[in-house]
């Protein structure tokens, strides 16, 4: 069983749509938990933590439920520079991160 | 620049040949991190340095793999006698702590 596990999509949105997706964890220990974008042929960059309490920046909404060991990002009013490919990533253990195989999310016109 | 450089960009080379990437971290960040990331695959953790230590290398990384940090700064990750299946993008990272990485742009082996 992967460490984490995602919908790997597509959602196709609409411009202006809200969209949410989540992942699953099966390490009960992580400790830390964060969103990274993906575009086309680049690296990863950190989208944003994701916090107990769940937290918000700007359009993009992150929670955790560590009792079912998932975590969610919803992204309101979509805009077409969203389009890329979400990878959601447990710290296991204090060094290593571990990443799922990411959301591809595709916003239209 | 002070972010996390990697080179070369892009190497395509024959099976059997030996490649040799290099990664340059931010400066005051002691830990390194080598991920190998292919086509619709989140990264994979290959290996990990705090400073010049290697701490952990992944059953992913075989005996033709060898990584190195030499002096606690850059890295090289070397791939002998690569194979077909060695064809990814290699992505370098650097952190000061558990608080997200910062990547490289990564290295894109093509091995025909």
């Known amino acids: 069983r992967k460490e984490v596990e995602q919908d790997p999509g597509p959602f196709n949105v609409p411009e202006g749509a809200t969209v949410a997706f989540n992942c699953t964890y099966s390490?009960?220990?992580?400790?830390?938990f964060f969103w990274y974008r993906q575009d086309c042929r680049k690296e990863p960059k950190l989208l944003m933590s994701v916090y107990s309490s769940g937290n918000e920046d700007g359009r993009f909404t992150a929670q955790l439920n560590r009792a079912s060991q998932y975590i969610s990002l919803l992204i309101r009013d979509s805009k077409l520079s969203d389009s890329a490919t979400y990878l959601c990533v447990v710290n296991s253990r204090d060094y290593k991160l571990s990443f799922g195989a990411g959301t591809t999310v595709t916003v239209r016109a | 620049d002070t972010g996390v450089s990697q080179d070369p960009r892009h190497k395509i080379t024959k099976r059997g040949q030996n490649v040799t990437f290099r990664c340059d971290p931010i400066s005051e960040h002691n830990r390194l991190y080598w991920y190998r990331q292919t086509l619709g695959q989140g990264p994979e953790f290959l290996t990990y340095?705090?400073?010049?230590?290697?701490?952990?290398k992944s059953r992913l990384l075989s005996d033709r793999f060898s990584a190195e940090r030499p002096k606690g700064s850059f890295s090289t990750l070397e791939i002998q006698r690569t194979e077909q299946g060695d064809s990814a993008m290699y992505l370098c990272a650097s952190s000061s702590g558990t608080i997200g990485y910062t990547f490289g742009s990564g290295t894109r082996l093509t091995v025909v």
């Open positions: 390490n009960s220990a992580s400790q830390s």
């Open positions: 340095f705090q400073n010049e230590a290697q701490l952990e």
